[in-house]
């Protein structure tokens, strides 16, 4: 049909502004056109190095979210109970006035009464530093429910990680292997690379339980069992180590596999490395007179024959020598060690990873698994590539090119959401490291400012200063014991528990733990909860129905909510923001200034370093104001360190202001580029007053390229680490070993087996032993009290190393298989990212509702046809739901579109809204807490980061009585415990 009203010549609008898309968080380069002073299309910007111009629905639909009816438009005050949704409208000046008093009258009394969190915001470089000037230690970010496990077994292993920060080589890899990666991160740069690896005839494997998106285009998708990745990466390890088919030179240049771990049982120091009188680390080396018939062969690896080989005790990072990785050897005090790399080659090798033993478990086929692992090799050792680049390493070496091994992998959420996500994660890096595929060309690359020291600087802040500020930012890496936020009977100190003996390592925080605890008072009571776009009431919590109860219950006794008081910002009516006492609205992103800092979220590629900034667009129509600014407002008005000078004048006029002035060390800003009162400096340099100006006149965007010397092996590239250095990405120029044996990890199982001054309380020492293997294991469910009792007892002795897949729990950690033999997991569907676009009217005309896909096979096993109403049942609750069949899942496995599911009346949406109507979350069916053992419930969630073990999920279907009449319906179980 002719649309008689359209005019293709038009202009579309009449003015064209750059800016930076936040509708993922990809955060492409976007023209926004306006006509008339309103945004009237958005298109990708083609000078932008992060999409090149490409754009996605989400991002074409801007202007949908931008004046969506969903907006908040002033401050509320609730007026009637929590929940109901009961306001009034009130002046920005009685609403931070309220705020600053609630928020003033916690700092004078215990800073820790506040609990700061905050949802996908992508400014966690101020909240944080907020947080810290404020001076409490409950803070928080979006991390500890999504990527945690990723970021923070990449940061403890090789000083980078996948997600955000490294990408595929594409531009030479041969062979991509995808883990558990959907279609919601990072979309337009890999869409643009797997482009150009499918017309290259690069081959693509998808590793995940559904084929959709990314890997309905792979070139082979490998269904898997969730919670299984680690047992299938082990398989493949097992394959490569049998067959000698790793890569040795690599090994003992760039990693620790060469390093002796000393062997003493019940010593302080066993499992630690050997080290000299000045603590560098040592190694066994060759000695020059090594004959050639003293090396033999044993379990397809090269190992030496002690008694014959000639060695000498080397300083590992020595240069010149010939370090061995297998063998024992005699210590000067006597005592005996073996290379890492040995331990390692013990676990994998054991029969427990061979393809056969682990095939049915993680439903690939043994064939499959060893024809995985030949290609693998083949790739990296028979297609080797070399790039005619001069360069020279950290100790000093030249080198003519730069040798790669062209496998590259990429992983994201769909190996990290669950209970064993950290040690698979790590498991998938050795995977790489023994291939020699890490950031050599073809393989995974880092992005500056990454990589960093492993692991990096930052502890979290765990003392205040004379000011009342933290003495770090609450959030960071912990690299021992003594760092743990505890008191001194080994109580968390947090809110969320993370950095306790329960989740030692959670370096992004747990989120979604701080309702419950903050509800039953453990391990105490806050005043004020505080989240930025977190909508912990509906996606941002497990158990739904039980969070929200929680925010609305009271204590008995008193007559109060258990959390007194609820602060809640966002720019649109969440089904959060019914539960709040205090509503701040915030604007658009078009409507701001944003900085995606190399402080915190950067959009640099592995060839550049980049940062960008948000502009304002159009002027807001409502009485909202930017986050950003408020926060800065409400620390001035409570004269938090660094916000308000000694008179009590703010110290920053807004968050623009902050941008170009604040500065975390001497000429270290927000924002890399143009700095200096000149704006000729980059990287590190004075405040620049027109850095702003200088950004918006350059696309919004800042990019150095790195120096074609220093591309790859950046560990341990002297150009690259010399030119990061000098822009403030590393402290020192000193090559980054990449930790095969992780010694962070075994310092904390040493305290679980009673030494150091600090030590896990009794009940929590099996699980820290347990859980903190120096080398990755995989396991199947956690299990409630983490027993390591078929490991050795308490002191966990009776075998080295470590048995090679731990003691599985039989009933799975308490829940029954049989009563819940399915599993159920959910993607981000690409066009859709959280709850962000839900409310989008372009948006919804894709998807206003989702079905639960399974396969046909298991439908049928479950008398189940295409289109029936059926119920889903957890031990939480059950819910009724729509099944559609579908050959791209798993068989077992159930699946569903996340974020697409809504709450009645929330988002501005009708109420009979098919989103609210037929559409659901399997958020109503998952726990918080572990099943009980011996007293003790841990969070649902990674025993080393605390990450929400999301894709643990198990479920059962039941058949309705009336399969074809339509409704969703959410019931709790009864007697249920969350």
């Known amino acids: ?20 898309c936040y509708m993922c968080a990809c955060r492409c380069g976007i023209r926004v056109h306006l006509k008339d002073g309103r945004v009237r299309y958005i298109d990708g910007n083609p000078a932008h190095p992060v999409n090149r111009g490409a754009i996605c629905a989400k991002g074409a639909a801007g202007p949908r979210q931008h004046d969506s009816p969903a907006r908040l438009r002033k401050p509320l005050l609730r007026t009637g109970p929590r929940g109901a949704g009961e306001f009034r409208e009130i002046e920005w000046s009685e609403a931070l006035a309220l705020a600053a008093k609630w928020l003033g009258d916690i700092r004078k009394r215990n800073p820790d009464e506040l609990a700061f969190f905050t949802g996908r915001d992508q400014s966690q470089a101020l909240t944080g530093w907020w947080a810290q000037q404020f001076g409490t230690v409950n ?32 531009e030479h890899t041969k062979y991509l292997l995808l883990w558990g990666v959907a279609e919601d991160h990072d979309s337009n740069p890999i869409k643009l690379g797997l482009g150009k690896l499918k017309a290259r005839g690069a081959k693509i494997v998808a590793i995940n339980p559904v084929r959709t998106g990314y890997a309905a285009i792979a070139d082979e998708w490998v269904p898997i069992r969730p919670g299984t990745d680690g047992l299938l990466i082990g398989a493949l390890l097992h394959e490569l180590l049998r067959h000698d088919r790793i890569d040795l030179d690599y090994l003992v240049r760039y990693t620790n596999a060469h390093w002796l771990v000393i062997r003493a049982p019940g010593s302080a120091d066993d499992g630690l490395f050997a080290r000299d009188a000045e603590g560098h680390p040592l190694c066994a080396a060759r000695d020059a007179s090594l004959s050639p018939d003293a090396v033999g062969e044993e379990g397809g690896a090269r190992e030496p024959v002690a008694s014959a080989l000639r060695w000498r005790l080397e300083r590992a990072d020595a240069v010149g020598i010939a370090p061995v990785i297998v063998g024992e050897y005699a210590l000067p005090d006597g005592r005996t060690a073996v ?18 033993a682990v095939a049915e478990r993680c439903g690939v086929p043994a064939a499959t698994i060893r024809r995985l692992a030949q290609e693998l090799a083949k790739v990296a050792f028979e297609q080797a590539i070399s790039l005619p680049q001069h360069w020279t390493d950290a100790w000093g070496r030249e080198h ?47 992005q500056p400012p990454y990589p960093k020291a492993v692991p990096p600087a930052n502890r979290p802040g765990r003392a205040r200063r004379d000011d009342g500020a933290l003495d770090a930012n609450p959030l960071g890496y912990v690299h021992a014991p003594a760092d743990l936020l505890v008191d001194a009977d080994g109580r968390p100190r947090r809110i969320d528990k993370a950095f306790s003996w329960e989740h030692p390592l959670a370096a992004h925080g747990m989120l979604q733990t701080v309702i419950r605890n903050a509800w039953a008072g453990d391990p105490y009571r806050i005043d004020t909860l505080f989240l930025f776009m977190a909508n912990m009431g509906w996606n941002s919590a497990m158990n739904t129905a039980e969070t929200r109860r929680m925010l609305a219950d009271r204590d008995p006794a008193t007559g109060r909510y258990r959390i007194p008081h609820i602060i809640y910002v966002d720019a649109y009516g969440s089904e959060t923001v019914d539960y709040a006492d205090l509503v701040l609205p915030d604007t658009t992103y078009l409507e701001r200034h944003d900085g995606m800092s190399l402080l915190d979220r950067p959009i640099s590629d592995a060839d550049g370093a980049a940062d960008a900034i948000r502009v304002p667009v159009v002027a807001p129509d409502r009485d909202v104001r930017p986050f950003q600014d408020v926060l800065l407002e409400l620390g001035a008005r409570l004269r938090l360190p660094g916000m308000a000078d000694a008179d009590g004048a703010p110290v920053y006029r807004d968050y623009a202001d902050y941008l170009q002035r604040h500065q975390r060390a001497p000429g270290v800003g927000l924002l890399a580029g143009w700095r200096g009162a000149d704006g000729t400096a980059h990287g590190v340099g004075a405040p620049n007053p027109r850095q702003l100006e200088a950004y918006a006149a350059h696309d919004c965007h800042w990019r150095l390229p790195v120096p074609a010397a220093g591309r790859y092996y950046k560990m341990a590239n002297r150009d690259y ?3 990061a250095r000098a822009l403030g990405f590393v402290g020192s120029a000193a090559p980054i070993v990449l930790e095969l044996y992780s010694e962070t990890l075994q310092r904390f199982r040493l305290s679980a087996q009673g ?7 009794a009940r929590q020492r099996a699980r820290v032993e347990r859980y903190f293997d120096p080398l990755p294991f995989w396991y199947d469910d956690i299990e409630a009290d983490g027993s390591s009792a078929e490991r050795g007892g308490e002191r966990g002795h009776a075998e080295w190393p470590p048995s090679a897949l731990g003691a599985p729990s039989p009933a799975r950690g308490g829940r029954d298989e049989k009563a819940y033999p399915l599993h159920a997991i959910s993607q981000r569907p690409m066009f859709m990212y959280h709850a962000w676009g839900s409310h989008n009217v372009w948006l919804r005309q894709i998807a206003a509702r989702n079905c639960l896909y399974l396969h046909p096979a298991t439908a049928a096993e479950h008398g189940v046809a295409d289109g029936d109403w059926v119920w889903l049942v957890s031990p939480q609750a059950r819910i009724r739901v729509q099944a559609r069949l579908h050959a791209g899942t798993a068989p077992g496995v159930l699946w569903t579109w996340n974020a697409i599911g809504k709450g009645k009346g929330a988002w501005r949406l009708a109420a009979d809204a098919p989103e609210s109507r037929d559409g659901f979350l399997l958020n109503h069916l998952i726990g918080e807490l572990l099943p009980p053992r011996d007293g003790a419930r841990y969070a649902n969630a990674d025993p080393v980061t605390g990450q929400a073990a999301w894709y643990d999920l198990r479920v059962r279907l039941e058949r309705d009585a009336a399969p074809e009449v339509p409704g969703h319906r959410i019931e709790r179980a009864t007697g249920s415990a969350a």
């Open 755 to 761: 030494h150091g001054a600090v030590r896990p309380p």
């Open 339 to 356: 290379p890492a790399f040995q331990l390692l080659a013990q676990r994998f090798l054991a029969p427990e990873y061979a393809p056969q």
């Open 139 to 170: 803070y928080a970010a979006h991390g500890g429910f999504c990527s945690v496990n990723m970021a923070a077994a990449g940061m403890y292993t090789l000083g980078g990680s996948f997600w955000e920060f490294g990408e595929p080589d594409w």
């Open 400 to 446: 003519a090119d730069m040798l790669g091994r062209p496998v590259a992998m990429h992983a994201m959420r769909g190996i990290g959401a669950h209970a064993n996500g950290f040690h698979t994660c790590r498991m998938l890096h050795l995977l790489q490291m023994l291939l020699g595929a890490i950031d050599t060309p073809g393989s995974f690359r880092y």
């Open 1 to 20: 049909m002719p649309h008689r009203s359209l005019k293709p010549d038009a202009p579309v609008g009449d003015r064209v502004v750059t800016t930076t």
């Open 721 to 723: 680490l010399e030119w």
